[in-house]
């Protein structure tokens, strides 16, 4: 089964569920496990993906106006980009590129895709062929680099890499990019590590490109750390991404290993290679081509849910805090019923009704606190500072307790108002 096939199944699923619970998103998380793992994903990171799905689904709640089922989607969405690696935005700019990769990576056509796509986009380009052990390698570089109207250079017959890069970027020097393709093995072994190295030496390339196949799924994590602690990479291509359902592996891989995706190949044309876009990419898999607005929409909310003033209002409830939102209720005068007609959760009785009467006791009480005291309640739960503070108030110990009892429940309410976004407007509207 291919990634993409899996995902949007399981997607679908969860789009389909009518409540979205812990359970909904277990299923939704075994779906999707499955296809990553039978993408070639990397078990353990496709178990953490899930766990942090999981926990930020389950301890989150939805902005208002936002549908459950789009806010866990987005929840997903940024996972899986988190999962494959972020986007590339190549430079125009003058810059040599080294192409390596072990055989048929695709590191030939690529040169030719590469420097096509430069030229289209206003640079002159031009390739170098120093694969000098492939018999046709020469022929192949040439024949491409003149379908892709590119510069070539090459020595037919020569072993010599290194002479051959040196003599390349003398005679391609008025080309803005040029792109040096090199030999492949069967793996990286001493010899293709020697000449590269002089390959480079001589180059020194701006890119260092390691070109792999989507079909290797997650060995393409191994070989780019292999091929970086050889010789130094500063990216990779992968190709064959049109015909692999290994995609996803090959490029969480790469992303775990710490390497860029630069380009991504798709297809056999020179005009088929773009530079890597995880957000394209995700949202092809999961089937849903306006995934951006979508996310888009679901991302505004939830920045406008986190810049809200009302927010921060209620996320700082300390004893001072405390102390000014019971003298609010105060002065609305008969509270009982206040709550209620908000719609907020039940505030315990007593708070509500005997809030006024609490009042001037709790003003001694929170007087006789330290400043530290007042900012973080937890501190106070103490015997020692329960006792200091009730003997500096004049107040019984038992008082003392009763207030920070009320300052939990207070606590809760509010915990209860912050995750309710209409609750919270109109909690706010009326502390003021
Ligand atoms: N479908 C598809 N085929 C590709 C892509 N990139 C390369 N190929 C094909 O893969 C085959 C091998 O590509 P080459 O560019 O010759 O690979 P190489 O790494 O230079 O191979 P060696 O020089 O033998 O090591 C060719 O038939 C290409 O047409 C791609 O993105 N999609
Ligand atoms: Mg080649």
């Known amino acids: 089964m291919d990634l993409g096939e899996g995902l949007r199944q399981a997607l679908a699923k969860l789009q389909k569920a009518s409540i979205i619970d812990a359970k909904t998103i277990k299923e939704f998380n075994k779906d999707l496990q499955k296809s990553l793992l039978s993408a070639d994903v990397e078990v353990s990171l496709v178990f953490e993906l899930t766990k942090r799905i999981e926990d930020k689904a389950l301890k989150s709640k939805p902005p208002a106006g936002v549908a459950p089922r789009d806010y866990i989607t987005n929840i997903v969405y940024e996972e899986l980009i988190a999962l494959v690696g972020k986007s590339y935005e190549p ?42 052990s492939r018999p046709a390698a020469y022929e192949q570089l040439e024949t ?131 530079p890597y876009n995880s957000e394209k990419f995700i949202g092809g898999l999961l089937g849903i081509p306006d995934i951006g607005g979508l996310v888009a929409n679901v991302q505004n909310a939830i920045k406008e849910a986190q810049i809200n003033p009302e927010d921060m209002e209620i996320e700082r409830l300390n004893f001072n805090t405390f102390y ?16 209620g007609m908000m719609g ?59 207030l920070l009892s009320d300052f939990n429940k207070m606590k809760k309410m509010f915990g209860m108002v912050k995750n309710d976004r209409g609750l919270r407007k109109r909690f706010s509207k009326f502390m003021q």
């Open 324 to 339: 000014s939102q019971l003298k609010a209720m105060g002065k609305m005068g008969p509270l009982k019923n206040v709550f």
């Open 144 to 274: 491409l680099a003149k379908q892709a109207n590119v510069s070539f250079f090459g020595k037919k017959g020569s072993k010599e890499a290194a002479s051959i890069v040196k003599e390349g970027m003398d005679a391609l020097k008025d080309k803005q990019i040029i792109i040096c393709d090199t030999s492949g093995r069967s793996g990286l072994d001493a010899a293709l590590i020697d000449e590269l190295k002089k390959v480079a030496a001589v180059f020194k390339p701006d890119d260092s490109i390691l070109v792999i196949n989507a079909d290797i799924g997650q060995v393409a994590g191994r070989q780019a750390t292999e091929f970086n602690k050889a010789v130094r990479i500063s990216g990779v291509v992968v190709t064959k991404m049109d015909g692999s359902g290994k995609g996803g592996g090959a490029l969480s891989a790469t992303n775990a290993a710490k390497a860029q995706v630069m380009f991504v190949g798709v297809g056999e044309k020179l005009s088929n290679i773009e």
């Open 344 to 402: 907020a959760p039940d505030m315990p009785k007593d708070v509500i009704e005997k809030g006024e009467e609490k009042l001037e006791k709790y003003k001694s009480i929170i007087g006789s606190m330290t400043s530290e005291e007042r900012d973080d309640d937890k501190i106070v739960h103490n015997p020692s500072r329960i006792k200091r503070i009730a003997k500096g108030s004049g107040r019984t110990e038992k008082e003392v307790h009763e």
């Open 91 to 132: 430079k125009f700019g003058k810059k040599r590129i080294l192409l390596m990769g072990l055989y048929g990576s695709g590191k030939t056509t690529t040169a030719a895709k590469l420097a096509k796509y430069y030229q289209d986009r206003g640079l002159s380009a031009g390739v170098i062929c120093c694969d000098v």
